[in-house]
């Protein structure tokens, strides 16, 4: 929005054109969202203790959990706000990829927020019902990737990149949608398994969506393109401004959700950032780098898998609890240790998947 009124100015005050630089924007971006974050986080979480809109804690989980039931849930629209306002501030709003990647953000946002608000407001247990989640996250997945399919404007759009392998890609075909599907519900769905801890989803979000960020301004780029030997996609650098908001953001929120958190993002946050991250990935054509970067949402995901088909099959169970994190609590960790190794894992990761750029 504002790059339109600096382009307009930029013909009294040439100044103005630096507002054309993406790296400046990007800036703008996250410190946009995260003032945002900072600003509205004290109002938002008055507003939500005063409504008595706090979370549920589960009877069999661990004990050391009991103490946060009542921290008011539903933070998660916090960062949906700064991301929507910093990245429709800063973005070239002509630009399609923009669209997309914030849409399907913002519409997994409002899956969650049906979710949250039939569980903590209308006092229903089982909250949105498990088919019609699904349901949604189908529509909205499948959606986003029939439209990146039939608007791809070149043959690299929709193939599936290999990474730490030179010029190795995949035509796929119409399989372009089913992956980008999968990745997308996929993606929310491990992110909203992972939040179980105070701030434990929300960093490593933050890591991987920064990291997917640099990905997209190296994709948009023609130079970096060809010097790092990596498919040039016209206009994918704009998605570094959405993935900076997302960072600043999610920091804002992380003020707040850090240990002991004073608010819970709920499946409002956890499932729009969740399939942010997919969507972004899918876009910069980077979904087996995402698969690496996001391991410990990847983890968290598998454990629970396991741990179902172990009961289901056996009638034993392989942990003492899923997800991943509350097995490592049972066995006596405190919170802050399982939460800032799950960090340093992601940040272990995320330095992997950006060594794909040269490694081939």
């Not at 994709?219 to 959405?242: M, R, S």
Request: proline content about 4%; aromatic content about 12%.
């Amino acid at each position: 929005m504002l790059l339109y009124l600096t382009d307009w100015l930029s013909q009294y005050d040439t100044a103005f054109n630096v507002f054309q630089y993406l790296t400046l924007r990007t800036i703008l971006g996250v410190l946009t969202a995260l003032l945002i974050s900072l600003l509205v986080g004290p109002v938002m979480i008055r507003r939500l203790s005063f409504h008595q809109i706090g979370q549920t804690v589960r009877d069999d989980g661990p004990e050391t959990h009991f103490s946060k039931a009542g921290t008011p849930t539903m933070g998660g629209a916090l960062i949906l706000v700064g991301i929507a306002v910093a990245t429709l501030l800063w973005s070239d709003l002509g630009n399609r990829y923009v669209w997309i990647v914030l849409s399907v953000t913002l519409l997994f946002g409002v899956i969650g927020l049906v979710d949250d608000y039939k569980k903590l407001v209308l006092q229903d247990p089982r909250g949105l019902a498990s088919r019609w989640k699904y349901f949604w996250q189908s529509v909205v997945g499948l959606g986003a990737a029939s439209v990146l399919y039939f608007s791809a404007q070149s043959p690299v759009e929709t193939q599936l990149l290999i990474p730490y392998l030179k010029n190795v890609a995949l035509d796929i075909g119409p399989w372009y949608i089913l992956l980008t599907y999968l990745v997308i519900v996929g993606s929310s769905n491990a992110v909203n398994l992972t939040d179980g801890l105070d701030g434990l989803a929300i960093l490593p979000t933050v890591m991987v969506g920064g990291a997917l960020g640099l990905f997209a301004y190296l994709t948009g780029h023609v130079d970096f393109a060809a010097y790092l030997k990596i498919p040039y996609i016209p206009g994918l650098g704009e998605l570094i401004i959405f993935c900076g908001a997302l960072v600043g953001a999610g920091l804002g929120f992380l003020w707040f959700n850090t240990y002991p958190a004073q608010v819970f993002m709920g499946d409002v946050g956890a499932l729009a950032l969740g399939a942010a991250l997919g969507v972004v990935a899918v876009a910069v054509r980077q979904e087996l780098v995402l698969f690496i970067m996001g391991g410990v949402f990847v983890m968290e995901t598998i454990s629970v898998v396991l741990q179902v088909a172990s009961f289901k099959l056996t009638g034993r169970r392989i942990f003492m609890m899923a997800p991943l994190h509350h097995h490592f609590e049972l066995k006596g960790w405190p919170e802050p240790r399982v939460i800032v190794r799950f960090w340093i894992i992601t940040v272990i990761l995320v330095l992997v998947g950006l060594a794909s750029l040269k490694i081939r």
